[in-house]
């Protein structure tokens, strides 16, 4: 887009380990044994951002916007729009969050999916 001249605002992408990682072994362990997507609901609720992940985040944050402005948290896979497969905005998007509240913002995106 910006190649094309369109505005285009700073961004940042949390790794899609950093889920996975959030969910530590005990909630891998039970989402990969869920039988029913109760089940997989239970495991989500409880997941936050690891120590790690904040800790990545908050320095995105910094560099982002180092005034404290509020940003945009939405998905974005790889995969989320092609040839086979088009879901993307399907999964929450929050706007106008202050840089304390993304990690939260993050694991409601997560759970959304």
């Known amino acids: 887009m910006s190649r094309a001249g369109f505005p ?3 961004w940042f992408a949390v790794r899609g ?3 996975r990682e959030s969910l530590g072994e005990e909630g891998r362990r039970r ?3 869920a039988s029913d997507p ?3 609901r239970e495991v989500l609720e409880g997941i936050r951002p690891a120590e790690e992940v904040c800790g990545e985040i908050a320095l995105a944050i910094a560099r982002l916007c180092p005034d ?3 940003v945009a948290v939405r998905s974005s896979a790889a995969d989320e729009d092609g040839a086979e497969n088009s879901f993307a905005g399907q999964l929450e ?3 106008s969050v202050p840089p304390e509240g993304v990690p939260g913002k993050i694991a409601a995106v997560w759970r959304s999916g």
Request: proline fraction near 11%; aromatic fraction near 0%.
């Open 17 to 19: 380990e950093a889920c």
């Open 31 to 33: 989402l990969e044994g």
């Open 93 to 95: 998007s929050h706007l």
């Open 68 to 70: 404290g402005r509020p």
């Open 8 to 10: 285009v605002p700073d």
């Open 38 to 40: 109760g089940e997989v």
